[in-house]
């Protein structure tokens, strides 16, 4: 039974289930952030008062989001098995965690904001505009670059296994290098990451249910022959 149950974690199923997860509740956080906050440039911190409960939603989606998509690395990791590559292994796997490990910290830079925001006088003071300038560059300089690695890199992944159709290979190099060049001067590119998780996700569901089909009507028992009429 346990054997089992390990094989069940270890189907693409599992993979696809957790970046759909991931995909849709970073989605969400970050559509909610860039909704209240204001860009830089003219950025008072009225947010940090105003929409503190929006805010502070957001930012608690994003730990949850964190868990699914290692959770993602996890189960391709361990479905590639040998056919992962030591180079491509270490970059795949590291440029994911750093991901993660940057949007957790933005977001509690962003969070600490929010609390010191009811303190008179901070948000017209020198270290709202730190902690805003330091939120801003870990997500979308320092997290987003590391998550355009990760596309070129699980992009790769998919060209030399093929464990899903190669076609979201092209797609994750054209959007990772959007992400790359833009991530910094588009808000807009934060949402090319999950929406390319989210692509190769349901690929393979969609896979998956494709090819069951046909496994499924191969193990159904033949009917018997008629008995010859007397």
Known sequence: MAATARARLKTPRAAAFAGIVFAVVILVAFAILLQAIQPRAGDTGAWAR????????????????????????????????????KLFATVFLGSGVLFVGLLFVAAAATS???FAAQEPGFLAGA??????SLAFDLTSVYAMKMASVFM??????????GFTSR????????????VLLFSQSAPLTLFLFPLWVLTVS?????????????????????SPPLAPEA
Do not use: C, H, M
């Open 167 to 178: 076609w979201t290979a092209a797609l994750g190099y054209g959007l990772g290098l959007l």
């Open 112 to 114: 600490a904001i929010v």
């Open 202 to 222: 349901l690929t393979i569901l969609w896979e998956q249910w494709r090819d069951a089909e046909p496994r499924a009507a191969a193990r159904e028992p033949a």
């Open 50 to 85: 105003d929409k503190a409960s929006a805010v502070n939603f957001a930012l608690q989606l994003i730990p949850v989001a964190g868990v699914a998509f290692l959770w993602f690395i996890g189960v391709l990791r361990d479905r590639l098995g040998p056919d992962e590559d």
């Open 152 to 161: 070129f890199t699980a992009s790769s992944l998919i060209v030399r296994t």
């Open 127 to 132: 270290t709202f505009r730190l902690a805003r």
